[in-house]
């Protein structure tokens, strides 16, 4: 009955052609590899790779690798033979800083070549921002080491640690300190205050057991250990929440291949890359979730007329005992159409992409304005575990940003903004609420009709009763009334539950206040544009509270209707 998902073949090509969200793997290592060793490591590297690729086939991987010698060094040969073998993946170099700084701590004048040929070969290199009052020099590297780990901690879904496994729980950088990240979480200028207490940091650790020069003596060497998972989940483990991460987000890429929906996939002239993928992605996000909100409509209607259809029949039973095949039939009709509904999760793809796209909404025009700001990190806290993959989207697609920040710096379409964005979603918010006034009063009108005719009808047969002895006289009639009459209020009953699961009043109530903070925030926004000299931090601080303010109200939209359920009708 239920169609299976189908497999498509993911290329280099789709790379350059398509708006994917990638599978991020960083790589952390010792620099003093034995080499005999490298022919079993780097397979080892590749195997682990592979094995995700296998188990995502959607889904491309952008390996981060810092180029150092060694491990980093090592890990990136395999990527770009893979890549040029024309397997979806790109080689990302992460510098702790410039190059020509960076390659002064280097161990070999090899290692340098190696690492400059390298340089050349990566699909995109960038080099980790500045620490204010910290000159960004090899003299300060370790202070530059702990923040390149952390970055590829913020940023990666899956790190390949070739380590030795020895913990170090006093290191400030490194191999085993970048483990620990992954683990355990960051605890660094990276990290949101407000988000240290969130559990959902880390990711997956690959661990290949490596020799190295310092410690040649480890157990197991050359092996890859289980993966590591975080552990400080309340309810569930981290192999759990991860493994749900990583499949929905090859589902969502299996869906951006071959969309449920057609749409323009085409990013605004005006904005550079990476804005222009961000736009397409988010444009992709809304089709598809309003392509689901549809179909979800048409189950929760169609669940309305089973529930009335049962009813009927069922009163009816009483009076033609050959319409209890038609009653049976109705309830495995119905329950068929339920399952195929929950089967392909209507209500659950709905929600997750509107989240998904009113997230990279916000992020799109914040960056548009000039701020660099993640939204991940202000989104969707109340149920950071169960859809934690909208989160690493938004994340990756700021990563893209993150590492464009010089392409983008000057980049400040206030105007763009205010139109887009400001205006659009108060014009927006403002038709809603006439929107869901009319269907409010409109339903209450239809839920008084139905009501008043069937107490009409009623009212109607007891006074004939009454009046003529209909009850004597014309039972037969009397019993298909009575039929007809509880089928009317039951139908109103059921319309009654059908528009409470609609929550017109909650949605008017909230609309309401979204279009009283985006009409001030229009006026002081044409205030501080049309001032002889705008403010740029007035402005940033005006859309940053906005933003805000958006993910707060679609983050409580989310968890209301996570927790309002579809049923069945009453009585199967």
């Known amino acids: 009955m239920f169609r299976r998902k189908e497999k498509i073949k993911l290329t280099g090509a789709d790379l350059r052609n398509r708006v994917l969200s990638p599978l991020m793997i960083g790589v952390t290592g010792h620099i003093d590899l034995f080499e005999e060793h490298v022919p079993q490591l780097k397979q080892l590297v590749e195997t682990s790779i592979r094995t995700f690729r296998e188990k995502y086939p959607h889904t491309p991987v952008i390996m981060l690798s810092p180029l150092a010698a060694g491990a980093d060094q090592l890990a990136a040969e395999v990527a770009i033979r893979m890549r040029d073998e024309g397997e979806p993946i790109q080689l990302f170099a992460q510098l702790p800083m410039p190059a020509d700084e960076y390659v002064k701590n280097f161990p070999t004048e090899e290692s340098v070549h190696r ?16 620490i204010p009052g910290i000159e960004q020099t090899h003299e300060q590297r370790e202070v530059y ?19 030795d496994g020895v913990p170090l729980p006093d290191a400030t950088a490194g191999t085993a300190y970048t483990v620990s990240c992954m683990r355990d979480g960051i605890d660094s200028d990276l990290r949101v205050h407000d988000r240290l207490l969130d559990p959902v940091t880390g990711g997956i650790v690959i661990h290949i057991r490596t020799p190295r020069k310092k410690r040649p003596d480890i157990e197991r060497p050359l092996t890859a250990e289980e993966p590591i998972y975080p552990t400080n989940f309340p309810q569930e483990t981290g192999k759990d929440i991860f493994n749900r991460i990583l499949a929905n987000l090859d589902d969502f890429n299996r869906r951006l291949l071959k969309p449920p929906v057609t749409y323009e996939d085409k990013a605004p002239e005006e904005v550079p890359e990476p804005l222009g993928r961000l736009a397409r992605m988010h444009t992709a996000a809304d089709a598809i979730a309003s392509h689901y ?24 039973t009483n009076q033609v005992p050959l319409v209890l095949t038609g009653y049976v039939l109705c309830i495995a009709s119905a329950y068929l159409f339920y399952r195929r509904g929950e089967k392909r999760q209507y209500k659950r793809l709905y929600l997750d992409y509107r989240a998904l796209a009113e997230g990279l909404r916000v992020q799109y025009f914040w960056r548009l304005a000039g701020l660099f700001h993640d939204v991940s990190d202000y989104y969707l806290s109340q149920q950071r575990s169960e859809i934690e993959w909208i989160c690493r989207v938004i994340r990756t697609e700021h990563f893209f940003l993150h590492t464009n920040k010089e392409g983008l710096r000057h980049i400040k379409h206030y105007q763009s903004v205010r139109n887009q964005w400001v205006k659009d979603q108060a014009d927006y918010f403002a038709g809603s609420i006439r929107k869901k006034t009319r269907q409010e009063r409109r339903s209450n009108a239809v839920s008084r009709w139905i009501f008043g005719t069937g107490a009409t009808l009623m009212i109607a047969i007891m006074a004939g009763n009454l009046a003529i002895g209909l009850w004597e006289v014309k039972s037969e009639l009397l019993s298909w009334l009575m039929v007809a009459a509880a089928t009317i209020v039951a139908a109103g009953l059921a319309y009654e539950s059908h528009n409470h699961l609609k929550a017109y009043k909650f949605y008017i109530a909230e609309h309401s206040r979204m279009k ?11 205030r501080y544009l049309q001032s002889p000299s705008p403010s740029s931090e007035k402005i940033h601080r005006l859309l940053e509270k906005l933003g805000k303010e958006v993910l707060d109200e679609n983050g409580a939209w989310v968890y209301v209707n996570r927790e309002r359920q579809s049923e069945l009708p009453k009585g199967l």
């Open 115 to 130: 690492f400059r040929r390298l340089l050349e070969l990566a699909d995109r290199s960038y080099v980790v921002p500045a």
């Open 293 to 316: 909100q549809s179909r979800y409509s048409g189950q929760r209607t169609g669940l309305l007329v089973f529930a009335v259809l049962l009813l009927l029949f069922y009163e009816l």
């Open 516 to 526: 009283v903070i985006f009409d001030h925030s229009l006026f002081m926004l044409d």
């Open 145 to 163: 080491y702990a923040a390149a780990s952390d970055d590829m901690t913020k940023y990666s879904h899956v790190l390949i640690a070739l380590w």
